[in-house]
Nanobody
Framework: QVQLVESGGGLVQAGGSLRLSCAASGRTFSNYAMGWFRQAPGKEREFVASISWTGGRTGYAESVKGRFTISRDNAKNTVYLQMNSLKFEDTAVYYC????????????????WGQGTQVTVSS
């Protein structure tokens, strides 16, 4: 089992920045690819960003490329999502997830999920 706890969400004005963190506990963190997903009201959960076991490979949704950066610190069992130039349409609950694959951008490959953290961007 892997337990994931997100933090760092909140209310921010359009154009602002937030940094989300996801602390993992349980099994060896470095054995899991990590991903961020989000779900806005009335919409399906969507992929945001993912990072491989070692951090050597990352991927992003087109809608966040150039604005969001995913990173991980395996010594701290934590994955981060730096979000810059936030837009109203980034408003959603953001979820951290862990996959036993080396890398994946597909939500179905992620076995463990956090409870989510709300990000609200005011226009």
């Amino acid at each position: 089992q892997v337990q994931l706890v997100e933090s760092g969400g909140g209310l921010v004005q359009a154009g602002g920045s937030l940094r989300l963190s996801c602390a993992a506990s349980g099994r060896t963190f470095s054995n899991y690819a990590m991903g961020w997903f989000r779900q806005a009201p009335g919409k399906e959960r969507e992929f945001v960003a993912s990072i491989s076991w070692t951090g050597g490979r990352t991927g992003y949704a087109e809608s966040v490329k150039g604005r969001f950066t995913i990173s991980r610190d395996n010594a701290k069992n934590t994955v981060y999502l730096q979000m810059n130039s936030l837009k109203f349409e980034d408003t959603a609950v953001y979820y951290c997830a862990a996959s036993e694959m080396a890398y994946s951008g597909f939500w179905a490959h992620y076995r463990y999920w956090g409870q989510g953290t709300q990000v609200t961007v005011s226009s």
